[in-house]
């Protein structure tokens, strides 16, 4: 656990800087173009899916992927993107996994990508810590994305924070009576619908002049002919993440690139 010392440009555009910024994992990620993605603690399987392509296809891209370690949207957000991709920010102490259900996946940001609170160790979290959170989640990101919303729920907080920093903020598309906060936003010109996320991730990636990131660590760790035992001391849930988007297969104890 450590404080970060550098300034960190993205954070100007909050209300007021952070006195403390705590983290653990790789500062590095900090230093990437990065997306906010937001949401529904309970989504739909529609925007489940959704959002684990958009994260996965942007980090592939780059793309560091930025949410709150929450249940629902948040999560997936995190776990599309791989733990090596991704900043969670927590709205309690940095030593503390909350939601304790998420603990396996804090634990792998932890160890692959980054950690980041405002709160000092021990600090357990309260309702205005989530909006302290929040606000920090949607500083980061160059752009908001909200996966799913109701119109008085908590992720309608981040997007009034967007509105007041000026972010470009996307939203997925949905059916009538469903996602109302989302909808809303749409019906009143405050947010674009991403209707297709390959050509979105295409225009995103092209306008930040991002180039695909060809040299994958596991990848390339895998192209070693490791065992599956090797492969979880050394990547942990990565060997499940990739296992389950089809890019590698496990026969006879040993991995291999599909």
């Known amino acids: 656990m450590s404080i970060v010392q550098d300034m960190v ?3 100007s555009s909050m209300k007021s800087y952070p006195k403390e910024l705590h983290y653990d994992g ?3 990620l900090l230093k990437r173009v990065k997306v906010s993605i937001v949401g529904s603690r309970k989504p739909t399987k529609y925007s489940r899916e959704c959002v684990q392509k958009l994260s996965s296809s942007l980090a592939k891209h780059g793309v560091c992927i930025v949410s709150g370690g929450a249940m629902g949207i948040d999560a997936t957000a995190h776990t599309g993107a791989g733990s090596a991709n991704t900043i969670a920010v927590l709205p309690c102490g940095i030593d503390l996994r909350y939601p304790a259900v ?3 996946l804090l634990n792998e940001i932890e160890k692959n990508g980054l950690l980041l609170s ?3 160790a021990g600090f357990r979290a309260t309702p205005w810590s989530f909006v302290v959170r929040n606000e920090l989640v949607v500083a980061l990101g160059e752009v908001l994305i909200v996966a799913e919303a109701e119109p008085d729920s908590g992720t309608m907080r981040s997007v009034e924070f967007a509105i007041k920093m000026g972010k470009k903020i996307f939203v997925l598309p949905h059916r ?3 996602s109302g906060g989302t909808n ?5 010109a405050k947010a674009e619908a991403i209707y297709d996320i390959d050509a979105f991730v295409a225009k995103f990636c092209a306008s930040e002049s991002l180039q695909e990131i060809i040299e994958d660590p596991f990848i390339e760790f895998c192209k070693t002919n490791p065992t599956y035992d090797e492969a979880m001391a050394k990547f942990g849930a990565k060997v499940f993440e990739y296992e389950l988007s089809g890019e590698i297969s496990i026969k006879n104890g040993k991995l291999q690139i599909i």
């Open 26 to 28: 790789d500062l590095e």
């Open 102 to 104: 998420n603990k396996n």
């Open 118 to 120: 405002q709160f000092e």
């Open 9 to 11: 440009p993205e954070l």
């Open 176 to 178: 009538i009576g469903e």
């Open 184 to 188: 809303r936003l749409l019906s009143e």
